[in-house]
């Protein structure tokens, strides 16, 4: 059994007087000990809501969640708000794109990291703050005892990424969920990060479920990879299967737009038509089918069910890509 | 540059760019506003453009790319330095002269949607700039290259009556490369054209600038501070950091032989969408972050975070950009670096070393006093 077993979720906002929207719809993915776990997908078709779910941080009012997220044999759907706040810095932490959101303007950076240090691992005064110049150090900021004094707009949004991986690793989480950690950030200062989450994963063995729009990211860290549209998982495979065949239309295609930095001058974009709008209701067939090079009749007779291969990889497509040609 | 046109004959400049420099000043004090220091976006910028061709602008946000940008069209007044542009001389330029020559020289945002007008339907929008120009004869002849511009960034016609909010990222982009478009201009500055884009709509944007470029011979300076895409779209890339060029090479060249450690770091830490590729590649980890533009280092700006730093003269004596010969190595002659070391780095002669990150202190980074530049509704 994963660490991690996220079963069926589906996530509806459902407000009164609005159009009901089904974020996610019906994910399933495990993520073990040690390993990097990738969702992917473009922007509104589900990963943050589904990082939200699992972590019980979505709105109670207007919201319906179902399906399951066993963490270590227990749901986290069902537990109660105080264990899941007992369980949220313990065991799973969680890093956003916008560091901001998560530090506290007011309080020291210092003081965040011995707090944590104080609640998690017990300890108190000069050994908490030994423990936490330490953890800073570890992450790379430079002159640690002074930052700890430091406010977070003190600090740059690198900088300040890494105070949120330093609690994070402060009370060593068996599971991190990165939620776009590095995409407000420059590439030099991405790729430390990066970096840094990979020792993490390596050293401690924390599960690591990494959420961002860049295939160039998953291809580096991930062992599995779930691609997300619309909120459903549209494919899934260990990193090598999938970049060496991508069966779904979709993930064909977002391969197609990337311009590759090893890429010859003059070879072509191959960009997806349309946009995410031009969506239709998974229920009357694929969601992606109005945006389909591939599309045929059946694929909008009914929503398409997620055929697996012998090689662990699902696709949820009835007219796949089966050709490495046309994939590279 | 000795660089060829596209049907193969030698393109002569469009744009040509010397010395340019854009201090901002850093004032302090309520009553007195004095002037305690600067900010040094942009500090002495060599650059020409060919005709025709696409100049790529890449670096890490706030080393003065959109300064550089902006100060060449002369929406930011340059403290010195020249921008010929045609052969004309444009910081001398009276304001009328230099309104006329604006419809030559257009510009994109990364956020078409806070350069657009709300209140404005498409029509409208690209009306006016028309109108401010004199371009057409009466409203009729107005409707009818609005309407050709349209077809040309695959805009359909019931756009026209919409308003910028009504459509989706991509579609707004594609109104603002229409504005500029419209005008019939011969440069295009593209500040960040894509970076605010989903991917797959990011290469509907790119294919659509390649193909206009193609059809109406435009001259690009595209800035983005994604390498991937900078190298993909341009003919010529120039690596900026802290306010100068590091390197300048013809895009394929930048890739297959950078000389400059920061190039080389950039370009080591660019994902690659491949895993065998991402195994194997080798990463130059940079430490820390950029230093303070108000206060950059002494010598070479990139000594403080440079693997490749030596005890003599990075530290105090600043690098120009250069062509250098390395044997064994083809760079061409339009190839430039400024590292004193380019050529025993070029060989592997020099190893890089580890680097401790220094502190970078974030209180001088941003000037309070100075607003942040907005975008321009109309620059038109
Ligand atoms: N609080 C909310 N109320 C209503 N709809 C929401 C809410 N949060 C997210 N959504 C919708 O759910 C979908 C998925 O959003 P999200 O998970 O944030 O996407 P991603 O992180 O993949 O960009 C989007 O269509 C978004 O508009
Ligand atoms: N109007 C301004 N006043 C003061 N400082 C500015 C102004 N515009 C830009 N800067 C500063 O100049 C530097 C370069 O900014 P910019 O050209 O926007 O960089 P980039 O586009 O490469 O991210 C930054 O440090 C920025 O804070
Ligand atoms: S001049 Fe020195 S510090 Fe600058 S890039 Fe070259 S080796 Fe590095
Ligand atoms: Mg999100
Ligand atoms: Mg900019």
Known sequence: MALLEVKDLSVVFARKGEREVRAVDGVSFDVDAGEVVGLVGESGCGKSVTSLAIMGLLPKRGVRVSGQATFDGMNLLQTDERTLRDIRGRDVAMIFQDPLSSLNPV????????????????????????????????VGIPDPTRRLKEYPHQLSGGMRQRALIAMAV??????????????????????????????LVRDSGTALLMITHDLGVVAGMCKSINVLYAGRRVESAP??????????????????????????????????????????????????????????????????????TAAQHGYRCVNPVMEAETAK | MTSLAKDGTPASPLVEVKDLKVHFPIKKGVIFDKVIGHVKAVDGVDL?????????????????????????????????????????????????????????????FQDPLSSLDPRQNVESILIEGLAAHGIGADRGERRKKVAETLDAVGLPRWALSRYPHEFSGGQRQRIGIARALVLGPDLIVADEPVSALDVS??????????ELQDQLNLTYLVIAHDLAVVRHISDVVGVMYLGALVEEAPSDDIYAAPLHPYTRALMSAVPVPDPDVEDQRERILLAGDLPSPANPP??????????????????????????????????????????????????????????????????????TEVAPPSEPTSII
């Not at chain 2, 300064?67 to 921008?83: I, N, Y």
């Not at chain 2, 709509?201 to 390649?210: G, K, P, R, T």
């Open chain 1, 107 to 138: 309080v020291p950076i210092g003081l965040q990291v011995t707090e944590v240090l104080t609640r998690h691992r017990g300890m108190k005064g000069e050994a908490a703050k030994k423990e936490a110049a330490h953890l800073l150090e570890r």
């Open chain 1, 170 to 199: 402060a009370c060593a989480p068996r599971l991190l969920i990165a939620d776009e950690p590095t995409t407000a950030l420059d590439v030099t200062i991405q790729a430390q990060i990066l970096e840094l989450l990979k020792d």
């Open chain 1, 239 to 308: 990193r090598r299967v999938l970049f060496a065949q991508r069966h779904h239309p979709y993930t064909v295609g977002l391969l197609g737009s990337i311009p590759r930095l090893d890429a010859p001058k003059g070879e072509k974009l191959r960009p997806i038509t349309g946009s995410v709008r031009d969506v239709l209701p998974w229920a009357e067939g694929c969601a992606f089918a109005p945006r389909c090079f591939n599309r045929v009749d059946r694929c909008v007779d009914g929503p398409p069910e997620l055929v697996w």
């Open chain 2, 48 to 108: 020409s453009i060919p005709r025709g061709r696409t100049y790529g602008l890449v670096g890490e946000s706030g080393c003065g790319k959109s300064t550089l940008g902006r100060a060449l069209l002369q929406l930011t007044p340059p403290t010195g330095g020249s921008v010929e542009f045609d052969g004309q001389e444009l910081t001398k330029l009276a304001p009328g002269k230099l309104r006329s020559m604006r419809r030559r020289m257009q510009m994109i």
């Open chain 2, 201 to 210: 709509i990011q290469a509907q944007v790119i294919n659509l600038l390649e």
């Open chain 2, 298 to 367: 002494k010598g070479c700006r990139f000594h403080t975070r440079c693997p490749w730093a030596q005890p003599t003269r990075c530290a105090d004596e600043r690098p120009v950009l250069r062509q250098i010969t390395v044997e064994g190595l083809e760079t061409g002659s339009d190839h430039r670096v400024a590292c004193h070391w380019a050529e025993d780095i070029a060989t592997g002669k020099l190893r890089p070393h580890e680097v401790k990150a220094e502190l970078v202190h974030q209180e001088a980074e941003t000037p």
